[in-house]
């Protein structure tokens, strides 16, 4: 079945089908959108013309479906009651037909070959999805914040069915009110402000949890890991360092990776986004690229296409993008082991390096992978994956930084400088022999 998370246009499974009335005049289909309870029905559609609807279910507008169509819903509660309209009409529609937890729209057409020249049009709707449960209020509400849908999908029963011990709902507080900031979008974009992250999106129970991890995480340009017992989440946001790390916190020899491959790198981002303002259709949201980035490329355009199934707003969707674009160029990582100090790190937490062999002065890193063990000769090391990191990257400016000019404080190996010596005045030389008495 369906899942509805934000605000989205969408469909349904055809689960029920019945024509009553003298010569089968009406029509009645059920259409199935959410196993699940929603919070509302937005708007509806008969193939994609927009329709007008009254109190009481009928189409008032556009004219060519007034009086020929009604439109009724149910929102998916467990104690939902059976259509009563239906149930009127239908001889075979019963009282025990509740669709408990199903949301639906049941639409009846009377037959009208100028209203319906193509046959039964497709319905579809505009849906305010899933409500869920806020750890911050401990309300049940709808909400479109990709921190509280990622939970929600954590806990449910078409998720993973998580316990609540198993989630770290500290860090999902803190990722839901950075995803609910207030950011101003850059140059004269309009709106001026918008919500920092929104996740609006729908899928069904076919699709892999990797894949809807992938889908959901996306909408807040972040990362999901599970450690320390706890599944744990960060959006894409800048954090202050938590530790210094110098020479003495080292237990092994460094491992440095300088560059991605070719195949990783690129200098311009795009991808298709789908929300109200490309009315519902999958549509490219204004690609994000680096003139800076290009040149240091000789030039050679090189484009990552990432769709955002998620992002609803063509103005997220780029800022989501230019992130994206310069945290790839933030390639330099590092592995090594570390002293017990380290034990109190998590995944998403920045440090500084400080390490005088590679030049680096409280070089800023990401953690991206932490595991904890003895070594062969029994010492506790903890084993750590940086990746380098900086502010820049979530300022949403076009600044052309070139990242890599903080890689290290030593000077160029193509830069060496002239070897001898200079004098004001004129060079003497004197050869001398010393002859040794035998």
Known sequence: HQIIYGEVKVGGAIIYDEATGDNNKFFHRIIAVAGHEVDSFVEFYANDEALTVDASGNVTAPAKYVGKMRILTGLGTDGQLANAQLLSESSHWTNSCTLSGIAYIYARFEYDQDSYPNGIPTITAIVRGKKLLDPRTGVTEWSSNPALCIRDYLKSDYGLSEADAKIDNASIISAANICDQTVTNAGTASPATSTRYTCNGAFTTQVTPYDTFSNLVSAMGGKI?????????????????????????????IGVSTRHSRRD???????TFKGNESDWQVTDYPSVTNAAFLAADNGQESVADVPLTFTAFSLEASRLGLIALEANRQQLTVSASFGLRTLELEIGDNVRITNTRFGWTNKEFEVQSWSFGLTDGLDLQVDMVLRETAEAIYDQTYDGVMYERDNTTLPSAFDVPLVGMTLATSLRSTNQTVVADL
């Open 225 to 253: 890991w599970y450690g320390q017992g706890k599944w744990q989440i960060k959006p894409a946001y800048w954090t202050n360092p938590v530790m210094d790390i110098t020479n003495d916190d080292f237990r092994s020899g």
């Open 265 to 271: 790198n690129f200098n311009t981002l795009s991808g």
